[in-house]
């Protein structure tokens, strides 16, 4: 009679499986992974580049009373990785904040000292402030509202009488009425996560009435950032600054292009009128920052910073310019896409949608009755080439899966589509994309 073994806590649960029952044994290759750098690396790393926020350090600039909500012993949630950097990033921006680890216990019973260790290191434990929420305790609870499910949402008071408090969970509302009582409170300054595209209408009321200072949306961040790249196809990522009036652009240097292989010195007037400035070069994964003896090469890849109109005008001097994205194809039905959709109308650009559920196909229609909607599988190659996909002037893919996008996007690249947008959230896969010629992808 075969005997499974099945991790429970930090031992393991045998069961007995008669012959008659027992069909095999599925094991996971998740030992086999290679990530692309070390926890702390990649910690490290995604605090550094927040998707559609400020880092930490920025949002946490002037504040005193700072809480940081931890899971508990239940939950497998690397803490001594996440937590040590999290507080670093704190005290960059506010040195003297007062920090308080709150351990969001919910109505399991306390963590013991041995769990706190185990969970986030002898050294946070015997040095940071530390306290263990409990339910019980109704001194120390606050009434914040009803949930979407009917319940009532009771919190502990520490995490809203913070200077700084972030609601940051998967429902707008729970992160709206969050942000409201912690106002009411004495809260100094409130962050909410509002995702929903029904409410961007009418986001600076709901700061005003809400008593919101900050709201952060990463699909709105997203749209916002890839309609930048389909205004200026010629640019692999482009970032503004001063209210449009600074934009930095990044391209890689290719066969042909007059920069190659010459000092920076030695350019022509033409390019030395204009208003920018080469601020980073990439070369092979090593960013320095060329003086004018540097010597660009085929395959760097170059940040230029200054006006648009002298951006634009560099990239027609290159004989990089590309005419306006007119028609845009898009693979997945996503909130990106919904909010991609609403900026590329107003831009006067035709839209084409691929989404697979029937229902968010109907619900796209009816948002958007100017842009083409189908209900397919973005990734079928016969659907793409009925769609005709090749004539779009470019193609962004939005699917769930960042696996997917990266194939349809280099498939689409390899069929001669001119501007070539893919969504991916693992930033080891954003490299090896980078490395086969896509050079936008957003994270």
Known sequence: MPVVKFPYGKEFLELDIPESRFAGVMESHMHEYKPAGTPDELVRAAMANPIGTPTLAV??????????????????????????????EIRKGSPDADITLLVATGCHRETTKEELINKFGEDIVANEKIVVHDCDDTDNLVYIGKLPSGGDLIVNKLAVEADLLVAATNSDEVNMVCCLTAKHMGAKFTIARIRNPEYSMGLNDLKKDLGIDMIIN????????????????????????????????????????FMAGKPLYDLSDQVKRLSLLFCA????????????????????????????????????????????????????????????AAILEKMRMRVKIVEISEERCRHISETFPHTTVICGDGTDQELLESERMTASDAFVALTDRDEDNLIISLYAMQQGVQKVVAK?????????????GLDSVIS
């Open 281 to 340: 070069v990439d070369r092979e994964g090593e960013v320095t920052i060329p003086n004018g003896s540097f010597v660009p090469q085929v395959g760097d890849k170059l940040y230029l910073v200054g006006r648009p109109a002298s951006l634009d005008q560099f990239f027609r001097l290159l004989g990089r310019y590309t005419p306006k994205v007119k028609d845009v194809f898009i693979a997945g039905g996503g909130k990106v896409s919904l909010y991609l």
């Open 59 to 88: 949002m946490a600039e002037g504040k005193k009373k700072v809480v940081v909500i931890c899971s508990d012993h239940t939950r497998p949630v690397p803490s001594k990785v996440i937590i040590p950097p999290m507080l670093e």
């Open 424 to 436: 991916s959230n693992r930033q080891n896969y954003a490299g090896i994309a980078r490395a086969v």
């Open 218 to 257: 990463p699909e709105n961040a997203t749209a916002i950032e890839i309609s930048r790249l389909l205004r200026f196809p010629s640019a692999a990522n482009i970032e503004t600054f001063c209210r449009g009036r600074v934009e930095l652009m990044g391209f890689r240097i290719q066969e042909g292009d």
